[in-house]
Structures are given as structure tokens and as C-alpha cells.
């Protein structure tokens, strides 16, 4: 199986949800990270970086609380929404349901709409109910089977061999070149990729560059600026226990002494002075 396959899972107004991770990475070997946002600004900021780094977006959200989350995303993507026609889906629901134009709804077996899921490019957007039960029916039922035939899918596809034909001319040559570039098919992707860029990923990024420029100082930083945080920390860490560790043992070394030279002497009704030149004589004789 195809190994480090890149997941990103975004809970907005919702809990965490272990088991749907735990379940997920069983399909194949990922790459799986997961964030929290409790509003529209950071999720934008979430989803423009899950864009940027991953092959599968899973967005986890209220889909009828009246956040119109649907309609937040399809704008950040550059799309619109269209009314779902429910009968040709076997939906059982008395309101009309939206989703993103060109995606396709995620239905249990029971009729109950639970998400959708939309392709851009090598990209694949999800977006479930915030219901456990729903969404994980819907996990198990058709995002497993699709992952696992997606990512087996990518490692299948052989790498394009080139052929040389000998003594052509440089006419033939160029035809051939050309017809070459034209059908020969793309590269599989491998695990050095850095990610993946869409339209949607760019629009993501010009709207949160344009209505949060002035507050990127307030607690957003850049993946190189975590990971310099983060290493100094573990280095002060490591910098604070060595330091406590030394002074713990200075000071039982400080108390063994003053055991024995001021408590025993004085069980023994002798001076310090006294008690320490009788070991020495001893010691020396």
C-alpha cells in the first residue's frame, strides 16, 4: 500500500473523534493530522493549510445548526451550492438540502444525508455530520473503501518508459516528441511530494491573506517558527532537569554531611572539632 498517504481532518464546532482516526489509518499506511477551530476565520486558516500539504481533506461539521458551513466552504473554494434532488438519492429529509455544485452526497443505507465528497485535481474534499453515529456509518460504509482503492489506485499506476527510435529525421523526431508529451500519463506521485496546490487552496489563501493581514502578530505563525519554538523548548527543558538533578544531589551531599559531622558528634557528646580529628587519628595511625 501506498505509504505516508497525506490525511487532514478539521473538527469545527465539533468534538474529537479517536475512533474515526484509529479506523481511518487502518485503511493504509498515512501521514493523518487533525485540527480544532471554533470559528469561520480560523477555518479558513485550516483548511488553506490542509490544502496545501495533503491528498484528503476531511472537514467534520454541523451541517444544519445554521452556520451554513457548506456555503463557507464552497466560497473559500471558489465554487457555488446547488440544491440537492433528494428523491434521486433515496434521501429522507422534509428540507431542502444544499451542497457544493459538482459534489456528490454521502447517504447511509437508511436514507439519512451525512456529508459529501468533491474531487479537485489530485484533491479530495469530505465533509461529514457532526452525528457520531451517521458519520461513522458513513466511514465504514464508503470513505474506507474509497481511500483504500485510492491510494492503491496511485501506487498501481507504472512509471511511463521512454522509447528510442533509431535514424529518424528531425521532422519525425519532433512529431514523435510531441505526441509523446501529449499522451503520455502523468507521473505517479511519491512520498517526497510536498503537497498538493489547487485553485481552491490559492483562493483559500488570498482570502485569509487579505482580511487577516493585520493579525497574523496575534498567535498565527509559520511551520518554521513551531518547529524553533519547539526545539528551544525541549532544549531549556532538558537544560532545567539536568540543573535540578545536579542540585538534588549537591544538596543530599550537603545533608550526609552535616549528619555526620553534627549529629553524630553530638549523640556522642562530643564537639564537631573533636569528633572529626578522632576519625582522622584513626584513619592514620
Known sequence: MLQNFKTDIIYYNTSTDFELEFNLCGCCRMRLLNDKCNDKKTLLLSLSRAFSRSRVIILTAPLFDGSNIINTVSTAIGTTVETLDAAAYNINSDIPIEIIKGATPLVTADGIFGGLIIESGPQTLIILTENKAIRKNIMISLIHPYIEELAMGEISNPEPEETVEPEETVE??????????????????????????????????????????????????????????ETQERQNSKFYIALIIISSILLLTIAVLCFCIFFIPA???????????????TMFK
Open 172 to 229: 519525425d523526431q519532433e512529431t514523435a516528441e510531441d505526441a509523446l508529451i501529449i499522451d503520455s500519463p502523468a507521473e505517479p506521485e511519491t512520498e517526497e511530494d510536498l503537497g498538493y496546490y489547487t485553485e481552491g487552496s490559492n483562493l483559500i489563501t488570498e482570502q485569509v491573506e487579505e482580511n487577516d493581514t493585520a493579525e497574523t502578530d496575534d498567535g498565527y505563525y509559520s511551520d518554521e517558527e513551531y518547529y524553533i519554538e
Open 267 to 281: 549523640q556522642n557528646a562530643m564537639t564537631p572539632a573533636a569528633y572529626l580529628k578522632d576519625i582522622f587519628d
